[in-house]
């Protein structure tokens, strides 16, 4: 915005009222930013075009959880989740979940958003719309608290959006906007390898998780498309490299598949690939989407799986579910406009 500012002869403090604006204020309009003079929002409206993303529809799920669909300028469609927590057991937050791709090329078997396809990246703008929308949705029909926490997992893979993702985390962190703790930030990706090493190197603050699903290269390969290109022995290095030069843990997902990765074999390999990796554990009982046999095990079989994982040393715990009854849980999201 300073380079703007100087190419329109204007004031170095300007930039920073506009970057307000945009980013703390969410404004949808440049007409809304009352401080700047007429004469700059016109020069402003020839340079700079703001737009806010449509909520096409929204569904409300027993627990709360809302799910938005959101239309693109050019006619896409994304999703985003936002989970408000509420409970005795923790302080008023508000959760959102976003998308940082329209569909995803990854393929895993148990997923939704695959299923279409990978159509094209986010920019950073649609990456942080997601946010100031669903902000703005808040202001007027909750109970005015603002998105604390920000999850990169809707649909797509971050890390293959790796330069608009980092710009929007740095955009939502930045003290002038919306001041979000990296520690209240989430990136998870199905482990590609040589960015999570860029990630590494980049020595932000952020949660890293990564989405394993299964304990071995056979297993993974079966359903995890990319573990071909990067398999486990790759993914474990690139983790190690993560956690020496970061100095934080990795959060590792296991989505639990009746018969497939639940059984106490599974456990123990899950434990081994583990070992020399500052990491937790989140078991995920797996979500039905449409066109897979994928089930769910007992919830005997997941409280079984559980407890050998604690006992072989893992820091594990089962991840509250939010939002399945509306198809807004992990591995559920589409991007479509269903009647």
Same mark, same amino acid.
């Given at each position: 915005?300073?380079? =703007? ?57 027993? *627990? ?5 669909? =959101?239309?693109? /300028? ?83 893979? /971050? ?40 990630? !590494?190197?980049?020595?932000? *603050? ?12 056979? =297993? ?34 296991? !989505? =639990? ?27 995920? /009982? ?31 715990? #089962? ?5 399945? *009854? #509306? *198809? ?12």
């Amino acid at each position: 915005m300073l380079q =703007l500012m100087e190419e329109l002869n204007e004031p170095a403090f300007r930039a920073k009222q506009l970057f307000a604006w945009v980013h703390n204020k969410e404004i949808s309009s440049l007409d809304e930013a009352s401080n700047l003079g007429k004469g700059l929002l016109e020069k402003l409206s020839q340079k700079v075009l703001i737009s806010s993303l449509n909520i096409v529809k929204k569904q409300v799920s027993q *627990d709360g959880t809302t799910k938005f669909l =959101l239309a693109l /300028p050019d006619g896409n469609y994304i999703e985003c989740v936002l989970m408000c927590y509420r409970g005795d057991r923790s302080k008023k937050r508000n959760t959102l979940c976003i998308s940082t791709q329209v569909g995803c090329a990854m393929g895993c078997g148990f997923c939704a958003t695959g299923k279409s396809g990978f159509t094209r990246n986010l920019t950073v703008g649609e990456i942080l719309g997601q946010v100031y929308t669903v902000n703005n949705f808040l202001s007027q029909e909750k109970d005015g608290y603002k998105i604390g926490n920000v999850v990169y997992m809707g649909m797509g893979e /971050p890390l293959l959006n790796y330069a608009n993702v980092i710009k929007s985390v740095r955009l939502l962190n930045s003290k002038d906007g919306q001041n979000i703790s990296m520690r209240r930030i989430t990136i998870s990706s199905c482990g590609i390898a040589p960015q999570i090493k860029k990630l !590494a190197d980049q020595k932000l *603050d952020l949660v890293l998780a990564i989405s394993l699903h299964a304990p071995t290269n056979e =297993l993974r390969s079966k359903i995890m498309p990319i573990n071909h290109k990067y398999p486990l022995e790759k993914l474990k290095k690139a983790c190690q490299y993560y956690n020496e030069v970061t100095k934080k843990r990795i959060t590792f997902e296991y !989505a =639990l598949i009746k018969d497939f990765n639940d059984q106490p074999q599974h456990s123990k390999e899950l434990a081994q690939f583990l070992k020399g990796i500052h990491c937790h554990v989140n078991l995920i /009982p797996i979500n039905s989407v449409p066109g897979s046999s994928f089930t769910r095990p007992s919830k005997k079989r997941i409280y079984e799986f559980l407890r050998e994982i604690k006992e072989l040393g893992v820091e594990v715990s #089962i991840r509250e579910e939010k939002g399945t *009854d #509306i *198809d807004a849980a992990c591995g559920q999201l589409r991007g479509k406009v269903v009647n």
